[in-house]
């Protein structure tokens, strides 16, 4: 929690000032994630001064000066330039995985007084500050202009090559030998020592596509801290492990001393890069994730590159299940009436081809009918193309699966599934489009199975006792245009004494099992599912009548999944008795919460989109304090 502090301190100041050149042209081309912060957008909605007197900013505060023992009254004390733009990326190599911050600064003199109780450990390079801190494998740098802090650790498998350890001095160990390592002994790893001189001759991040390396450096790991004397009776049966861990934490210190020697030349190949070098702005997917308005964007390459990066090395064959995602992007916009975020992600030809298809479809206009909005607590729609999806799966599976040892063994398994199923037919069954409502929170009395002890006998009685629960009373609607089979599945459960059919309504009564009694009605092509005995009957007799408002039309009519969700109807709902039995404070916090929203349009030119939108409720100044105000209250609750 701590480090989590520090860091939204950091990533939160560096982004409230602009200095004279934006520092993305740092980021390197192969950057695998991007998170940008514009802190100039949020300090225009919530200015300095009253964030310092916020709680999240007392508390940021108050961390920071307890972590460097220092007393910090305003973010503008820590030197950060609070009106530019500030960057996360990652980056990954065969060697390593790297973490890094780049905070823009407005007086490197305070970044200085930051680090003073390290200036030992601190080296002057052509004007930058470089800090390196082996134990939290960090490496912190800083000049006049910019802070750079990064984070890394060595790839698991890049060791376990036998050349690549060879080239760094490294002791092979087999992989069983390498597991039986106990990490209850990494404590007693002391802090390697740094050899500056050798930063020149070690290869950066171990990326072997620029200079000329030396085959081999030799990387001294410093003693291991002797214990201070102990009863050896006593302690005998503990002393055989840490013996046994002696190489591995020789080997391991030797690691974290490559990988922080890694670390500092990548830091000052950061500050050495000139805006004309190869960098993530020529990147045409970071590009389309830019926008100025927004708050934060973020960008990833790819969804295949992310599986990949955490399968095994063994298991990389088997890769490939996300071949065709994209890259994928979001943006935070913070606003005076709502907080919305958007997100994308890219498709390849072949699955735009095939998720075109599968949106192709549109909600059932006829369960507009059967919606009240003004009473609604929310809803969940979706609608997608059955008999497309049924003939686009075999295609979509070999994508997935085709392209490894098993590839031929897959397609036959494409050709199988594409003979055994009658696209058609299913599509007839179920069409694709659904919608659910939650319109009520009521109180029931539901039977469930406890024991009675015999205190005499000393055996467990079974008994069936009853109990008060607020359950949701919902309506679920689905299209079928044939609709033999649920008919069949109904008049089983009759068989079977399961269900009662009364006046064309199926009733299946509440149990131990089940707490809700439901009732199935079907209709006009649609099959309803819900709790209220009384709106089935009125829609089974045409009495039903609904009041659909504007913009749940748009939402529900526009898009293929559509959510909403309205806390303050949910608190208004609410028994008495389970605002006593929750909290008082819960239940304003859901009165004084905006309406949510989420939707997604489909395919829009090659990319699968996504919006959530949060209201700001009346009363609320912008999106920003609103965001931070339910913290607080959330906080509060606690």
């Known amino acids: 929690m701590k480090r989590l502090l520090q860091l939204v301190t950091l990533v939160t100041c560096a982004s409230y000032t602009a200095t004279a050149q934006d520092l993305a042209y740092k980021i390197p081309e192969k950057a695998f994630s991007v998170l940008s912060v514009k ?111 990064t984070y890394g650790s060595v790839a698991t498998y890049f060791f376990t090559d036998s050349a690549n350890a060879a080239r760094y001095s490294i002791p092979v160990m087999s992989s069983d030998d390498y597991y039986q390592y106990n990490d209850e002994h990494t404590d007693a790893v002391t802090e390697p020592a740094i050899d500056s001189v050798a930063i020149e001759n070690i290869p950066q991040e171990g990326v072997q596509d620029t200079g000329v390396y030396p085959d081999s450096v030799v990387v001294e790991a410093p003693p291991v801290a002797s214990d201070p004397p102990v009863d050896d009776a006593a302690t005998a049966a503990d002393e055989t492990p840490v013996e046994d861990a002696q190489p591995y934490l020789e080997r391991k210190r030797m690691i974290d001393s490559v990988a922080t020697i890694w670390l500092t030349s990548s830091a000052q190949q950061i500050f050495e890069k000139r805006s004309s070098a190869p960098s993530i702005l020529s990147n045409r997917g970071y590009q389309r994730s830019a926008d100025n308005n927004a708050v934060a964007t973020f960008w990833m390459a790819g969804l295949q590159d992310l599986y990949a990066s955490f399968l095994p090395y063994k298991l990389l064959r088997y890769g490939n299940i996300m071949r065709g995602y994209g890259d994928v992007n979001a943006r935070l916009y913070m606003g005076k009436e709502n907080i919305r975020l958007t997100g994308e992600m890219g498709l390849d030809a072949e699955k735009s081809a095939s998720y075109e298809k599968i949106c192709d479809h549109k909600i059932n206009k006829n369960f507009l009918k059967y919606i009240k909005s003004d009473s609604l607590i929310g809803f969940m729609s979706y609608s997608f193309n059955t008999e497309a999806y049924m003939n686009e799966m075999p295609k ?30 299913i599509a007839q069954v179920i069409k694709g489009d659904a919608l659910f409502l939650l319109t009520n929170l009521s109180e029931k009395q539901v039977t469930y199975q406890s024991y009675n002890y015999n205190e005499e006998t000393f055996e467990y009685k079974d008994t069936v006792m009853t109990k008060t629960e607020t359950l949701p009373d919902f309506l679920f609607m689905l299209s079928s245009d044939d609709t033999h089979l649920f008919e069949r599945l109904l008049n089983y459960g009759i068989k079977k004494q399961r269900i009662t ?126 965001f931070l105000n339910l913290i607080e209250e959330m906080d509060r609750i606690k």
């Open 501 to 626: 059919l009364n006046n064309g309504i199926y009733s299946i009564e509440q149990s131990k099992k089940n707490p809700f009694s439901l009732h199935v009605l079907i209709k006009d092509g649609i099959v309803f599912l819900g709790t209220s005995l009384q709106d089935l009957t009125q829609i089974h007799d045409g009495s039903f009548k609904g009041s659909l408002d504007k913009q749940h039309k748009e939402l529900l009519t526009k898009n293929n999944i559509a959510l909403f969700f309205s806390p303050k109807s949910l608190s208004a709902k609410m028994p008495a008795r389970e605002l006593e039995k929750t909290n008082e404070k819960i239940s304003k916090l859901l009165a004084g919460s905006g309406n949510v929203y989420l939707t997604s349009s489909g395919l829009k030119d090659g990319y699968i989109s996504g919006d959530i939108t949060i209201d700001v409720p009346k009363g609320e100044e912008n999106a920003l304090k609103y």
């Open 396 to 425: 979509l599976l070999l994508q997935s699966y085709g392209s490894n040892s098993y590839s031929e063994e897959m397609a036959m398994a494409a050709d199988l599934v594409s003979v055994m199923l009658d696209e058609k037919a």
């Open 39 to 149: 802190s100039d957008q949020l300090f225009k909605l919530y200015p300095a001064a009253e964030f310092n007197n916020s709680t999240l900013g007392k508390k940021l505060l108050s961390q920071l000066s307890k972590t460097t023992e220092k007393d910090y009254k305003s973010i503008e004390d820590l030197g950060m330039n609070l009106s530019s733009n500030a960057y996360y990326y990652y980056l990954t190599t065969d060697s390593l995985k790297i973490h890094s911050l780049l905070i823009p600064l407005s007086d490197s003199r305070k970044v200085d007084a930051l680090f003073a109780k390290h200036a030992d450990s601190i080296q002057k390079v052509n004007g930058v500050n470089i800090l390196p801190r082996p134990n939290e494998k960090t490496v912190i740098a800083w000049n006049e202009q910019f802070l750079y802090l």
